[in-house]
């Protein structure tokens, strides 16, 4: 199968548009549907419906979908291996940065898993806000980085990693408890953001201005700078507040907190990897990276 379309279709998927696409492909629109309608033609199914304001995939889509990130992390991982073929043990240092969602759960897991399989690699994590780390990849002062939203600066490229869904959590008790409410309900209730420049409060304000609210028009009474702090602030009854699912997965598992939904808010997001332009990757960031997409993926 043609890795060059199930890569068009899978950034189509993740952008939900084929122009958005294109452009984080760096290829025409025209291009990009060419691929994917090469695709359906070869599979003889309709993969995305194309009827709506955003591209959603189909049933038979989103089964493509998590075969095709499967398909492509192994792509990157025998490129990889190929290319290390001959140099020894990967030996030497892994140095990136990640803002407070991503390294609240995934990427600390992949890095530990990593260097256990590479024990001559020392890894060093920075965690900060996603501005922080992006104009820290920009300065070559860390190699690479991991955020949760895609600020544009002409001094660095992202990559999508893997998607993650920004969530509504409140205390089991609350009235918006497993619930969907509307803006309306949200603008009453006491909110808790996490500081600016942190890539899920950058999303929130992104949807929120899709459907002409500001976040100045919300009730906020605290901003607090760590998602740890946003979640125990929520868990003790402070508030409720947007956080990545991920970071609470335990705590919905638990019961100490519980998901809600706003009515006609995008919730999910991409978790994008960040490098420097114009800046080779190392052999030990080129193996992270792919051993990353194929844990994430998954």
Known sequence: MDTRQLAAFCTVVERR????????????????????????????????????????????????????????????????????????????????????GPAANAIPVALCEFQHENPDVRVFLTVSDTHSVVELVAARELELGVVGASRRHRGVRFEPLFSDQVILACPPAHRFADRTVTLEELRGESLILMQ??????????????????????????????????????????????FISRA????????GTLVEARVQGLEATREISLVSASGRARSRVAEAFVAFARERLAA
């Open 247 to 254: 970071a609470v997965e335990s705590d919905l598992v638990a």
């Open 196 to 241: 600016e420049g942190a890539g899920v409060r950058q999303i929130v304000e992104d949807g929120l201005r899709r459907q002409g609210v500001r976040l100045r028009d919300l009730d906020v009474r605290l901003e607090l700078g760590l998602q740890e702090s946003v979640r125990r602030a929520v868990e003790t009854g402070y508030g409720v507040t």
């Open 17 to 100: 548009s084929f122009s958005l696409a294109a452009e984080r492909l760096g290829v025409t629109q025209p291009a990009v549907s060419l691929q994917v309608r090469a695709l359906e033609k070869r599979l003889g199914t309709q993969l995305l419906d194309r009827s709506g304001r955003r591209v959603e995939p189909t049933e038979a889509g989103r089964r493509l979908y998590r075969g095709a990130q499967r398909m492509l992390a192994l792509e990157d991982q025998i490129v990889a291996g190929v290319a290390a073929t001959g140099e020894g043990e990967l030996a030497g240092e892994l140095v990136l940065g990640a803002s407070t």
